[in-house]
């Protein structure tokens, strides 16, 4: 399997302060991989970094291309899409116009139609708050219009900080559920960091573990599952 | 009933100044969270273009049109060599930079055109509104140039995809680059159509004041007083405080003993401070829904 993301020796900076300390790891196309970690181990850091969203050195390659210092929005561009902590919703928006600025930077007309209707099958619960202003939305509905918001891309990769943070255990097995059909059905390669290691263990098929700004641990995800000093020392279950 | 139906008619007409020039403050300080000093100043000196071009021969509508197309220009250069550099610099240097703006313009003006104030034509003509006494065929085409300009506004913001790319990029500026937006490019966009947009206001009232490079001076306090009154956050507020300001400034000047014209823009500072004091957001700012 070729490698659609390579990530070498990539180290981030919040002003003087390093964040990352040399991260090297790869995504396999279609794969669906997390990165673990406690916080402020550096994991939103990670995906701020490949979309350029914070200051750092090393090299980041998606498709054989470097990205150097294209910016965030370019970056976007080449296909990766970036669901953000906090979910990044345009609150005062609704949720149609949510999923239409997904699709801002293509000119496919029919085929985004087509899209929105598409996700509204994903997330049945979206089309019934269609013209109803995001920012109303609870916390598992939002997280789900940020998710159909980043297909709108039509992403090859697509990159989720935290989706499980602040939801209730319920939903976040349907969102994972999901994720892990938009992967298999639709091809799209996931990035997922997470918190929650014990259910993205179960939906990864790659992990990696990050501590303090640098890999320590990386292999198939039931391996790691199963590794009882892995879980101890670094995933705390 | 008839000066007061006189008055409220007048106040719709020069509201409608304030209402754009509120529009185009309020679409700066979307984009930007600054209020542009120099708005005045920025339409005063298009209105000159547009002067100097009708001395050169173009007849009124030609002018019009290539002034929008000058002053849309002109604020996206504006953004790209001034504000751009300061975006991420602290409050106090961005008004530097906006009172800098300020004083460039209005000097250069009186450099070029002199400080001297000349006459402005209307292309309404200041006749009898179809035979009525109320309002003059200008106050009526001031109030129908506003009125086309905010429906052509809506339908751009709310049915372009640029316009809802803009959108995006004044609410959630990281998300909306996070979606592919090149948000430095929108918030120039939005200084091109402030601009453009301040222009309109500049050539529909200077016929009223006459044209000289102080001419806005006056006019960007009230429009000020609008944007505050409907809301820093609101378009449409603007605009309806645009009216209000228009109209209340024509009642309190009319009724009131002892405020005529000297004492109209003391007027317009005081509503101001009293919005701020009672109600912050203005009557259409309003506070965002959110829930998590």
């Known amino acids: 399997m070729t490698a659609l993301l390579n990530v070498s020796d990539l180290r981030a900076y919040y002003g003087q302060v390093q964040a990352l300390h040399g991260l090297s790891f790869s995504l396999n196309e279609g794969s669906l991989t997390t990165l673990l970690g406690a916080n402020g181990a550096g994991k939103t850091t990670t995906l701020r970094a490949i979309c350029n969203m914070v200051r750092s050195t090393g090299g980041i390659e998606f498709d054989g291309k470097p990205l150097g210092n294209r910016s965030t929005e370019n970056v976007v561009r080449l296909g990766i899409a970036h669901v953000p902590q906090g979910r990044g919703t345009f609150t005062t928006m609704t949720v149609e116009e949510n999923l239409q600025l997904g699709a801002i930077t293509r000119s496919d007309k029919t085929a985004i139609v087509s899209d929105i209707e598409r996700m509204y099958a994903h997330f049945p619960v979206l089309k019934q708050r269609y013209t109803q202003q995001a920012g109303t939305l609870s916390g598992g509905e939002q997280q789900m219009l940020a998710v159909a918001r980043a297909l709108m891309l039509r992403p090859r990769l697509m990159l989720l900080d935290e989706p499980s943070f602040g939801l209730a255990p319920l939903i976040v097995r349907d969102l994972f559920k999901i994720l892990g059909k938009i992967n298999r059905e639709d091809k799209v390669t996931i990035l997922v960091v997470e918190q929650n290691a014990q259910l993205a263990l179960e939906l990864a098929d790659q992990a990696y573990v990050i501590e303090t700004g640098r890999i320590v641990m990386s292999g198939k995800a039931d391996e790691i599952a199963n590794n009882e000093d892995v879980r101890k020392s670094y995933l705390g279950y | ?292």
């Open chain 2, 1 to 292: 009933m008839e000066l007061f139906t006189n008055q409220v008619l007048a106040g719709i007409a020069t509201g409608a100044i304030y209402a754009c020039m509120a529009l185009a403050v309020v679409m700066i300080y979307q984009a930007i969270d600054h209020l542009n000093f120099a708005q005045g100043e920025m339409a005063m000196f298009s209105t000159f273009i547009s002067w100097q071009l009708m001395q050169w021969g173009i007849p009124y509508w030609g002018a019009f049109v290539l002034t929008l197309a000058i002053s849309f220009a002109a604020g996206i250069l504006i953004e790209r060599l001034l504000f751009k550099p300061l975006a991420k610099a602290p409050i106090l240097t961005n008004v530097a930079g906006f009172i800098a703006l300020y004083a460039i313009i209005n000097s250069v003006a009186g450099l070029i055109w002199d400080f001297t104030i000349k006459q402005y034509p209307s292309p309404f003509g200041s006749s009898p509104f179809l035979g009525s006494q109320l309002i003059s065929t200008h106050q009526a085409g001031m109030i129908g140039i506003t009125v086309l300009l905010l429906i052509l506004l809506y339908l751009f913001f709310q049915f372009t995809r640029v316009g809802l790319a803009m959108r995006a990029a004044a609410s959630v500026p990281e998300s909306a680059r996070l979606v592919g937006i090149n948000t430095s490019w929108m918030i120039a966009l939005g200084w091109g159509m402030a601009a453009a947009i301040g222009s309109i206001a500049g050539m529909m009232i200077a016929p009223v004041v006459f044209l000289e490079p102080n001419m806005m001076l006056g006019v960007l306090i009230y429009g000020f007083a609008a944007a505050v009154l409907g809301g820093l956050t609101s378009p449409f507020g603007a605009v309806i405080g645009g009216f209000l300001v228009g109209i209340f400034e024509n009642l309190v000047g009319t009724y009131i003993p002892g405020v005529g014209n000297e004492l109209k823009l003391p007027i317009a500072l005081a509503l101001i401070i009293t919005v701020l004091v009672v109600k912050p957001a203005g009557l259409f700012g309003r506070s965002i829904v959110k829930r998590v």
